[in-house]
């Protein structure tokens, strides 16, 4: 049984044994509402004090059936709260170690810094990827959303060091700071910056002179939330097909179209061979809108163009077909 609803069982007993008490007594010795219930608890209870008024025979016989009901009810009450509170405390203990373990064997994860309206939107689309990642945030309300959501993080200050190496910086993949302050963003970035040179930082800037300082800091990209909903409202109006055809290669609940950027791993079949000879347009039915070559973006490249290891592939197409594209380009077969 559910610790809980054996609590309440045990309770709701408890009650029933005491109402029957002061109702039996009422009933047997004619005594009032208050001196039977006084009675009954205090034989419940098993105090020794003395009775309210001398019992009769049937009084005595009524007194030792409640004892005998009484105490294994009251010490399977005591049991059961016991129980349900060190039950309680060993879960959450147990859970907090099992997320310690998880968070420990992260690599090449991705750190999200504040579970704001911004934050909770990017952890939702990292996994439904899925991405490992794991947030930082400081607020107590969040960090219990976070745990509701089913998410890895660790509550505190991400501009402080010990805070990021908790959430395990120096063996991440990236970082991402989406804190509503631009200067914690600022410092957020300065401090994961000297823990780990390598690190991808991506911030958030609010004003027009963050971006800069951001960059200074040293993120290697800098978004403005504003900037960029400004922008698609008014291209909402100006190229209303455009953005529609956008929505739908980038939409994560669509089900017909998807652009997704897929890495040449150096087992793939696909390592040096042209994009014409692959069959990825004749056998999958993909397309290739771009090509990444050495940081260096290629669109709509020339179907002669050879494909390397390490390259990255902008493939548009039905989501089965990206799929066993991401697999050909792992090296899982052929």
Request: proline share 2%.
């Given at each position: 049984?559910?610790?809980?609803?054996?609590?309440?069982?045990?309770?709701?007993?408890?009650?029933?044994?005491?109402?029957?008490?002061?109702?039996?007594?009422?009933?047997?010795?004619?005594?009032?509402?208050?001196?039977?219930?006084?009675?009954?608890v205090?034989?419940?209870?098993?105090?020794?004090?003395?009775?309210?008024?001398?019992?009769?025979?049937e009084?005595?016989?009524?007194?030792?059936?409640?004892?005998?009901?009484?105490?294994?009810?009251?010490?399977?009450?005591?049991?059961?709260?016991?129980?349900?509170?060190?039950?309680?405390?060993?879960?959450?203990?147990?859970?907090?170690?099992?997320?310690?373990?998880?968070?420990?064997?992260?690599?090449?994860?991705?750190?999200v810094?504040?579970?704001?309206?911004?934050?909770?939107?990017?952890?939702?689309?990292?996994?439904?990827?899925?991405?490992?990642?794991?947030?930082?945030?400081?607020?107590?309300?969040?960090?219990?959303?976070?745990?509701?959501?089913?998410?890895?993080?660790?509550?505190?200050?991400?501009?402080?060091?010990?805070?990021?190496?908790?959430?395990?910086?120096r063996?991440?993949?990236?970082?991402?700071?989406?804190?509503?302050?631009?200067?914690?963003?600022?410092?957020i970035?300065?401090?994961?910056?000297?823990?780990?040179?390598?690190?991808?930082?991506?911030?958030?800037?609010?004003?027009?002179?963050?971006?800069t300082?951001?960059?200074?800091?040293?993120?290697?990209?800098?978004?403005?939330?504003?900037?960029?909903?400004?922008?698609?409202?008014?291209?909402a109006?100006?190229?209303?097909?455009?953005?529609?055809?956008?929505?739908?290669?980038?939409?994560?609940?669509?089900?017909?179209?998807?652009?997704?950027?897929i890495?040449?791993?150096?087992?793939?079949?696909?390592?040096?061979?042209?994009?014409?000879?692959?069959?990825?347009?004749k056998?999958?039915?993909?397309?290739?809108?771009?090509?990444?070559?050495?940081?260096?973006?290629?669109?709509?490249?020339?179907?002669?163009?050879?494909i390397?290891?390490?390259?990255?592939?902008?493939?548009?197409?039905?989501?089965?077909?990206?799929?066993?594209?991401?697999?050909?380009?792992?090296?899982?077969?052929?």
């Open positions: 049984m559910d610790p809980f609803r054996k609590v309440l069982f045990s309770l709701i007993s408890l009650v029933i044994l005491i109402g029957g008490g002061t109702v039996g007594y009422a009933a047997i010795e004619g005594w009032s509402a208050f001196e039977s219930l006084y009675m009954t205090i034989t419940l209870a098993t105090v020794g004090y003395k009775e309210v008024h001398e019992l009769s025979y009084g005595k016989v009524f007194t030792i059936v409640l004892i005998v009901f009484g105490t294994g009810n009251i010490a399977y009450t005591i049991g059961s709260m016991i129980q349900f509170m060190v039950e309680g405390q060993l879960r959450k203990l147990l859970g907090r170690k099992k997320l310690q373990k998880q968070i420990q064997n992260l690599k090449g994860h991705y750190i810094c504040g579970y704001g309206r911004m934050g909770k939107l990017v952890s939702r689309e990292f996994a439904s990827k899925p991405l490992p990642f794991i947030v930082v945030e400081q607020s107590s309300e969040a960090c219990q959303r976070l745990e509701e959501d089913g998410h890895l993080f660790v509550q505190g200050d991400a501009t402080h060091d010990d805070v990021l190496e908790k959430a395990g910086i063996n991440a993949e990236g970082l991402i700071t989406v804190v509503t302050s631009d200067s914690a963003n600022v410092f970035t300065l401090t994961a910056r000297g823990i780990n040179h390598d690190l991808y930082i991506l911030a958030r800037a609010s004003e027009d002179g963050a971006k300082k951001l960059m200074r800091a040293g993120a290697n990209k800098v978004v403005s939330p504003y900037t960029i909903g400004a922008s698609r409202i008014a291209q109006i100006i190229r209303p097909s455009v953005v529609d055809f956008i929505d739908i290669a980038t939409g994560r609940e669509n089900l017909e179209l998807q652009i997704e950027e890495k040449i791993c150096s087992k793939s079949t696909l390592s040096g061979k042209t994009l014409i000879n692959s069959g990825i347009r056998e999958l039915g993909l397309i290739i809108v771009g090509i990444k070559k050495n940081q260096q973006m290629s669109f709509n490249p020339d179907p002669a163009t050879e390397d290891t390490g390259d990255t592939l902008i493939a548009l197409g039905e989501p089965d077909a990206i799929t066993n594209l991401e697999v050909i380009a792992l090296g899982a077969r052929g």
